[in-house]
Structures are given as structure tokens and as C-alpha cells.
């Protein structure tokens, strides 16, 4: 190779994070390559409203290509490691086979749906980490509600009206919060379903956001509450069916939508590197390499980061992480060059946000709890900053969603069987 070939596997918030960092400091003198199935990468935390009728979909993809000036990338989902060889080998989106070789290696495959041992969860959840499933999510609510429409009998309208979402973390919060939202306007123009729309949100812990400070968790449950919204803490599915799920405290819910959003897995192509993992992610050290060896990378929610600043903890699946994950990686493969100075990872949390829909948030930046409209302001605002691109078009279809409303209508691009819950598929 002319020049040092750095390989990065996967384009999520870590992947993209160190290609876009690896290309301002190398300024062509190091040739990085980006491997990842779409030539996109997706800004996960805004899934929910495109999933509730808020976004289009477009608006939370942005272009590899033209984010990531001077990185090449190449269309595939990789299926092996030959650390020793330092070869990677892929399958592209029509079948094709290669192999790349590479001189430093980072892995950030990021992560899956997280399943549950519970019978019929597999065959009738709806689980919530692409595009395509937040398509699929949009157009099977507005379904659900426009049958109800012209259901003649009254229980099968009340199923179709009803959403089970299990998972009251971020993302089971906000699709709760969105889609209570949705459901109303959607009901407003037909007569007789005024409100019959039903949400449960259903989690094993004993409050909603078990891991946001207490007053946020609070006052996010109030606001949930307030819409009417049925919060079931310490309660969880037992069994799935086609027309219902039994809950673990022995109650039936007829119900035609089940949303899974318990969390997420490492993507298990880990397992297949053949290293030591703990929690299903790659161990790595302080500087995120790879012990025995120092020119393979692992980032994001595919590694194992110890946490120096909770000694004897590994650092979180967020997307806070994992975007720093890959700032450290760029500047220690740069040092590695002689560029700077290798440094450990080492991050003190910024705070989270929480978007509840309409005017209300919860956020905590810096460790300052906020709530309603101050929290709205700083979460749309982080939300923008945070995005590599399309703000404007954001920004736009915020603006226009506040005065015209959501455009709820079913585009049919996405069949049920196109977005099984048990997919390998990484996103994030």
C-alpha cells in the first residue's frame, strides 16, 4: 500500500465520528476507507417523529460521501476478520464478495434490537432501529387507526386503538410521547374514534427513564400521564399474539401493535472476531485498542471501553459515547503517526435530552435539570448541533409541522416481513 490504509467497519455515531475526525488531520496523506451496508448514516435520536409523521425520512440520513470528503467508502456488510493477515472480508448489497486489507482497523458495527426469551415476541413486535422499521411503525399506526375507522365491530376497533410500547428508556418514552400525539390528530377527522386511542408503556424498572435524574423522570411521567398515556412500571410482556399480549401481571391487552424498545445488543458479528468481549461487546483498553493488538481499534457500542471515571465499569451504549469514542480513536491512530500525543478515553457526562412532543422536554445539560418549553428550546438546539447535516431541512419541517400539523397518510414502502424484530442488521 502507497499510503497507510485505516479501515473503518460501520458508520454510526463512532465510525462516522473518526472518519470525519481521521480526515481532517490526515489531509490525504493516510487513505481511509468507511465499510458499512448503506452509503448513509442515520441520526437515531430523531427516529421517533419520523416515525410519528414530524420528519421525513431523509431528513435524519446524511450522505457518507458528502460528509466524509476524501474518505472512501464501500457498500457492504462485513462478515470476517483476519487480524493476523490484517484482512477484512465483506458482502455487498448484491451478493458480491471482497476482501480489504488495511493497516489500522477500527470496529464499530454498533448494535441490534436486544431480544427477550418471550414466546411470539420475534413473530409479532415491531422493533424500532432503522429507517425502515420507523417507516414501517408510521404506516402500520395510521393503518391501525383508519381500519378502526371502518371496523364494525367494537372490539376490534378498540385493539386497533390500542399500542403496547415496552421499554420506558429513551426511545420507548419518546414513541410513547409522539405517537399519543399522533394517534389524536389522526382521530380528530373521523367520528366515533374520539378518544378511543389507548397507549401503554410498560417497563420492568419502577419509573420511566430509570437512568435520567429523578425530577426529569418525573416530570417526563407527568407529562405522559397527562395525555393519557397507561404507565405500567414493574410489569413486562409474557407472552406476544397476533391479536393481543399477555402482560405479566396475568392481564390480556387486545392490541394489533406491539413496539419493542427494550434496548439494544452488540451487532453479533463481534462474536465472530474471535476475541475476548464482556457484555457481548470487544474488550478493549483505556486507549480502545485491542490487547495483542495495537493496530486494531473497537468503538462504540461493539466495545468494551473501561470507564475511568467509574473504575471497574465499561462505558455506556449511548450515542454521547460513542461519538467521543471516536474522536479519541482519530487522535490516538494520528498519534500513532506522530501526530499529538495517545491519550486515554476518559468522559464525564454532559447530561441527556428527552423531546416528549409538542412543547415538553426533559434535558439536563451540564447537570441543570430542565423541563416544558426551556427544555424544548435546548433539545431541538442540541438535536440541530449534533446533526453532520440537513439542519436546515430539520429546522424547516419543525417550523412548518408547528403551523400546518403532521401529514398522516400511509406511503406502503415497507411490508411487515421486510423488518423482522430478530434482525442482524446494525444501526447504531
Not at 427494550?262 to 458479528?269: A, C, I, K, M, T
Not at 447535516?389 to 424547516?396: E, Y
Amino acid at each position: 500500500m502507497a499510503r497507510p490504509r485505516i479501515v473503518i467497519v460501520g458508520a454510526g455515531f463512532a465510525g462516522f465520528t473518526a472518519a470525519r475526525k481521521l480526515a481532517k488531520l490526515s489531509r490525504g496523506s493516510a487513505e481511509i476507507v468507511i465499510v458499512n451496508p448503506t452509503d448513509y448514516f442515520l441520526y437515531l435520536p430523531l427516529l421517533p417523529e419520523v416515525a410519528t409523521g414530524l420528519l421525513e425520512p431523509r431528513r435524519v440520513t446524511v450522505s457518507l460521501t458528502e460528509a466524509l470528503p476524501g474518505v472512501r467508502l464501500v457498500l457492504g456488510e462485513v462478515e470476517g476478520f483476519d487480524l493476523d493477515g490484517r484482512m477484512i472480508s465483506y458482502t455487498d448489497p448484491e451478493g458480491g464478495t471482497g476482501k480489504l486489507g488495511y493497516h489500522k482497523l477500527v470496529i464499530s458495527v454498533g448494535s441490534v434490537n436486544k431480544l427477550l426469551p418471550v414466546p411470539g415476541v420475534a413473530q409479532h413486535a415491531h422493533g424500532f432501529r432503522g429507517i425502515s422499521e420507523a417507516l414501517y411503525l408510521r404506516d402500520h399506526i395510521t393503518r391501525q387507526i383508519e381500519m378502526a375507522a371502518t371496523a364494525t365491530d367494537d372490539a376490534e376497533r378498540r385493539a386497533r386503538c390500542t399500542f403496547v410500547v415496552v421499554g420506558a428508556g429513551y426511545t420507548g418514552t419518546e414513541v410513547a410521547a409522539q405517537g399519543v400525539l399522533y394517534t389524536r390528530d389522526l382521530v380528530k377527522k373521523r367520528p366515533g374514534l374520539e378518544g378511543l386511542p389507548r397507549w401503554l408503556l410498560l417497563d420492568t424498572a419502577d419509573r420511566v427513564l430509570p437512568s435520567l435524574d429523578r425530577r426529569l423522570a418525573d416530570a417526563s411521567d407527568a407529562v405522559l400521564r397527562e395525555r393519557g398515556v397507561e404507565i405500567r412500571t414493574k410489569t413486562s410482556v409474557q407472552e406476544a399474539m397476533a391479536d393481543g399480549v399477555r402482560l405479566s401481571t396475568g392481564e390480556y391487552v387486545p392490541t394489533k401493535s406491539l413496539i419493542w424498545c427494550v434496548g439494544v445488543r452488540p451487532d453479533p458479528v463481534v462474536d465472530g472476531v474471535g476475541l475476548p468481549t464482556r457484555e457481548g461487546r470487544l474488550v478493549v483498553d483505556e486507549y480502545l485498542t485491542v490487547p495483542g493488538y495495537p493496530d486494531v481499534y473497537a468503538i462504540g457500542d461493539a466495545a468494551a471501553v473501561p470507564d475511568l471515571t467509574m473504575p471497574g465499569e465499561i462505558t455506556g451504549m449511548t450515542a454521547q459515547h460513542a461519538v467521543r469514542h471516536g474522536t479519541r480513536a482519530a487522535l490516538n491512530i494520528a498519534a500513532s503517526y506522530g501526530r499529538g500525543r495517545r491519550r486515554p478515553y476518559k468522559h464525564h457526562d454532559l447530561g441527556f435530552v428527552v423531546d416528549l412532543g409538542g412543547l415538553d422536554s426533559a434535558a439536563n445539560p451540564l447537570g441543570i435539570p430542565l423541563q416544558g418549553f426551556p427544555a424544548k428550546v435546548v433539545t431541538r438546539g442540541y438535536h440541530l448541533l449534533s446533526m453532520p447535516g440537513n439542519r436546515v431541512r430539520v429546522a424547516g419541517d419543525w417550523l412548518l409541522d408547528s403551523v400546518l400539523g403532521r401529514h398522516g397518510v400511509q406511503l406502503g414502502l415497507v411490508r411487515g416481513k421486510a423488518v423482522p424484530l430478530d434482525s442482524d442488521s446494525p444501526q447504531a
